[in-house]
């Protein structure tokens, strides 16, 4: 090797026996802050939000240096094909207005909400579930799981966010045209609750893109990454995930890389002050 490389034997030991510089210290042990960080987030971010992460505990680093480093060691954040899910549209129930038009930022929480239904494959057969957020903080306020796609599904989750968020009157509910949200049962849950009914222009999956990309964002991040043997194992594991990372600690571009209890707590706190 020596030969090849054109020195001799006692330079080459010597260079084995040289100490580590201060720069090699410092790149390893901030490569060692990526792996950690990497992991303790099961793998589920990539390079910018490391950074930002590792940046909010005091680690000045740049998104290019992590991505450099990630790039290195092949470390990568689980992306998957997503999977689409439809309701059933095809039905003879009156159907919303789209009220909401994509105006996806707004001022405050509870001022306009978005649902959906996807579903999730276990070796049982499928678990449903129906997802409701604020698009204020991005956060899963209700959610309902179940072995059918039913009304009561839907209508679950919707009880499960009015009594955790008790929102005042005139919150704009905006869902797909599926039959589960234009039920005469469903529909008049939202008149009880005095919430303006709101859904997607037919064929329209971009008026309802923030729980779609939730949705999507869940498939990748977590049901792909498994293979669930029961819906009994799904369900503590989609609980575990929507409670306790996503709405507790993943961080959102669109929050300023806060995470949605985060962001929910900053408007309480400033609306207190």
């Known amino acids: 090797m020596c030969n090849v490389l054109g020195v001799s034997k006692a330079g080459y030991f010597k260079w084995l026996k040289r100490p580590k510089s201060d720069r ?50 092949n470390w990568k954040s689980c992306t998957v094909k997503k999977y689409k899910a439809t309701t059933n549209s095809k039905h003879q129930h009156p159907v919303s207005e789209n009220v909401l ?66 929102p005042g009157k005139g919150l704009v509910h905006h869902s797909d045209r599926g039959v589960q949200y234009a039920s005469s049962e469903y ?30 964002i869940l498939k990748r991040e977590l049901v792909y990454q498994n293979r669930y043997k029961t819906r009994n194992e799904a369900r503590k594991s989609l609980f575990e995930y929507i409670e306790f990372f996503y709405n507790s600690k993943r961080i959102h571009s669109t929050l300023n890389y806060y995470t ?7 408007y309480r706190d400033q609306s207190a002050a």
Request: proline share 2%; glycine share 4%; charged share 30%.
């Open 24 to 73: 090699q210290k410092k790149h390893e042990k901030l490569s060692q802050k990526v792996l950690q960080t990497h992991l303790e987030f099961k793998q589920r971010y990539g390079s910018v939000k490391i950074a930002k992460t590792l940046n909010r505990r005091g680690i000045k680093v740049s998104e290019r240096t992590v991505s450099r480093i990630m790039t290195k060691d």
């Open 101 to 166: 038009d994509r105006q996806f930022k707004v001022d405050k929480p509870n001022q306009s909400w978005v649902v959906d239904i996807t579903y999730i494959p276990t070796k049982e057969g499928w678990l449903y579930l129906a997802s409701v957020m604020d698009l204020y903080s991005r956060k899963i306020v209700g959610w309902s799981m179940d072995k059918t796609m039913t009304k009561e599904l839907v209508m679950n989750a919707l009880k499960m966010a009015y009594h955790r968020q008790k």
């Open 260 to 266: 949605p209890n985060e962001f929910e707590k900053m």
């Open 187 to 216: 529909q008049k849950l939202l008149k009880q609750y005095k919430m303006i009914g709101s859904m997607s222009r037919k064929g329209n999956c971009y008026d309802n893109a923030c729980i779609e990309s939730f949705h999507g």
